[in-house]
């Protein structure tokens, strides 16, 4: 949150309080949360880039988009960012400036969902640097794999169930290499369980500026569906 908006932190979070969602908190962000907020908890430098899996988000003071900027470009997962602002210019350089597979303005990073963007499920979404950046899924897959001569049956789906996924995972003799693409559980899930060789790759975390010229009812909505719209949300920051 930009420091000058710091006295509308506790409107900021206030509907995530029926979800008891715990908000760790800086220094600045805590004093101005303290006694207004149900959930509070001091945050350390863990926090920052933390994917928590859980009901829980952590609240950073920034100096402007600037300082938005950097911490977004040391914590970032290539994710999902989003920034809450009316300033056209702020969006503008926030769109240009973050390195992300999704990038929104005055949007829940909850709409990177392979349902939201009509692929009708959760397929692939790069969150590092393949050669698809954004949603991938099997359009993206086997143009790519036909340019090069591949068979477009060589790109299948798996069932979802974790049922299918350890078949695979253990599947010596027929998988070369197992990458898996999404939350810390399920890289876990593939690491624990596979008997073939395994990329890790890093977690999901998202964050969202709320920027100093953010309104603050529409950023209020914002946040609450980026963290309580599905399970644990996607917003971490």
Request: aromatic share 6%; hydrophobic share 40%; with cysteine.
């Amino acid at each position: 949150i930009d420091r000058a908006r710091l006295s509308d932190l506790p409107a900021l979070v206030a509907p995530m309080a029926a979800k008891h969602v715990v908000v760790r908190a800086d220094e600045e962000s805590y004093a101005a949360l303290a006694g207004k907020y149900p959930h509070l908890e001091h945050a350390d430098n863990s926090d920052w880039g933390k994917e928590y899996l859980d009901y829980k988000m952590s609240v950073r003071t920034v100096d402007g988009l600037g300082g938005a900027l950097d911490h977004i470009a040391r914590h970032t997962s290539h994710h999902s960012e989003s920034i809450v602002a009316e300033d056209a210019d702020a969006c503008r350089v926030f769109s240009q400036e973050v390195d992300a597979a999704c990038v929104y303005t005055n949007l829940p990073t909850a709409f990177t969902d392979g349902g939201q963007f009509g692929f009708g499920a959760e397929i692939g979404i790069s969150t590092q640097k393949l050669h698809a950046r954004g949603p991938m899924a099997l359009p993206e897959m086997t143009t790519s794999l036909l340019a090069e001569g591949f068979d477009e049956h060589s790109v299948t789906l798996l069932p979802p169930d974790h049922e299918a996924t350890q078949e695979m995972l253990q599947a010596v003799g027929y998988v070369d290499l197992v990458i898996p693409r999404g939350s810390s559980r399920l890289i876990r899930f593939v690491r624990d369980n596979a008997r073939v060789p395994v990329i890790e790759t890093g977690a999901g975390v998202c964050h969202c500026y709320f920027d100093a010229s953010g309104d603050l009812q529409k950023g209020s909505a914002i946040v609450s569906n980026a963290k309580t719209r599905r399970e644990f949300g996607s917003a971490s920051c």
